[in-house]
């Protein structure tokens, strides 16, 4: 959510800004709207201060004994004035709030211009994707050659976009999940937390997923939504709230399964794991002091970037154009996998710094030491990482030529000593 009074005193900067991300002028209906609401504040105030002579006549005037029949009238007539004004101002409210909820965050400075992902800049790439003396397959092939990866099954319980892990892959998804649960409490600082699934409008309002993104969103019958990613549930912890200063930052993780209609993928990676409407994330998110949210992201880039460093697999660092980044992002950098199956780079985790965006539509604050006011805190949040895809990595990256996947080392605690997954293993 955007600052009116931001938008009042620096009308172009704002329509500048947006036109960086493709979009048109916003500023001409906001400000109308803006004007609109506080000319009906201007004349309610008014109203109250005419009603409030009025009152105090009308006590001379009784007190006297004189008749006050005509300044009550008067004060029944601006009684009804004001209910129509406080309604006009209501809904003028609502129409400016509606306005600014489906504008984005405004991307900073060092955001590369672009409109689509062809504009995106690479920040480092780290790691040589291995020489193959094989054609290297494709995760699917390699699951369901081991029999351990069933979509036929799956799409016949679930439909489309759905899979059944089995055996050693069931546990090499576990193994994951809980080895970056570790890495991320243990050495990056983060408190871990088990969140509701299941959100309320509200809470999907605060962090940008509705209204625009209802279409990707699950919702059941009583008007709950399923979270697409734990960043939901956890960045709406602190709503509502002031925060100590001191508290800050505020780092926590959680390994959820993650819910997405995928509803504008049609046709995308129909095959396989890599978009599907049930993944597992393991998700990071910092409430953090504005004047340190900068260093917050690079620090949780940093976080995510360290479990592919762990699992051996190698990477790329990107940093997304105006045109590419998400709608409650002010910046974000996107850590891409590399697939020797597909023979690219494929997105495994997205880290993005919202500013106080999110805060404003949530409500959360903090107040200074000594201080009386508060101030919006900065929430950032990104995958430490997606688990699933993280497991197509690990099979593709570590294949054989027989078939068999090794198990990187970092995993086998995890795997009760396992170090390769064989055809119908586990």
Not at 127 to 139: E, I, V
Not at 257 to 277: L, N, V
């Amino acid at each position: 959510m955007h600052d009116i009074k931001a938008i009042r005193d620096d009308a172009a900067a704002f329509d500048r800004a947006l036109a960086r991300r493709g979009l048109p002028p916003a500023t001409d209906r906001l400000l109308a709207l803006d004007a609109a609401r506080r000319q009906r504040q201007t004349s309610l105030q008014t109203a109250q201060a005419k009603r409030n002579e009025l009152s105090r006549t009308i006590g001379v005037l009784k007190r006297e004994s004189k008749d006050a029949s005509a300044a009550m009238s008067e004060v029944a007539a601006l009684k009804a004035d004001m209910e129509r004004i406080e309604a006009e101002d209501r809904d003028l409210a609502v129409e400016l709030d509606d306005a600014l909820a489906v504008i984005p965050n405004l991307p900073v400075a060092d955001v590369p211009d672009g409109p689509d992902a062809e504009h995106n800049k690479e920040v480092r790439k780290v790691g040589q994707p291995r020489a193959f003396n094989f054609a290297p397959k494709q995760h699917f092939d390699i699951g369901e050659g081991l029999g351990l990866m069933d979509f036929g099954r799956a799409a016949k319980i679930s439909g489309a976009r759905f899979v059944v892990l089995k055996g050693a892959l069931a546990r090499l998804e576990r193994a994951l999940g809980l080895f970056m649960l570790d890495l991320h409490t243990r050495e990056h600082g983060y408190t871990e937390v088990n969140p509701p699934l299941l959100v309320t409008a509200q809470a999907a309002y605060g962090t940008g997923n509705l209204p625009k993104f209802s279409e990707d969103l699950f919702r059941t019958t009583n008007n709950y939504w399923l979270i697409p990613t734990a960043e939901v549930p956890l960045t709406n912890l602190v709503a509502d709230e002031i925060v100590d200063e001191a508290a800050l930052p505020m780092r926590l993780t959680a390994l959820t399964p993650c819910f997405r209609s995928e509803a504008g993928a049609a046709g995308k990676d129909t095959r396989g794991m890599i978009r599907q409407h049930q993944f597992n994330k393991v998700e990071l998110v910092s409430i953090a002091h504005p004047d340190k949210s900068e260093a917050e992201h690079e620090r949780m880039v940093a976080c995510a970037e360290e479990v592919l460093k762990r699992l051996g697999l190698p990477y790329r660092t990107i940093v997304l154009c105006t045109g590419d980044m998400g709608f409650a992002s002010r910046k974000t950098y996107d850590v891409e996998v590399w697939l020797p199956g597909q023979n690219a780079y494929r997105e495994i985790s997205s880290c993005s710094n919202c500013g106080d965006f999110q805060a404003r539509r949530m409500k959360a604050r903090f107040r200074g030491a000594g201080e009386k006011g508060t101030r919006f805190v900065h929430t950032l949040n990104g995958s430490g990482v997606a688990v699933g895809r993280a497991a197509i990595a690990v099979l593709e990256n570590y294949q054989q030529a027989d078939g068999s996947v090794v198990v990187p080392e970092v995993l086998r605690p995890y795997m009760g000593g396992m170090d390769v997954i064989k055809k119908d293993g586990g």
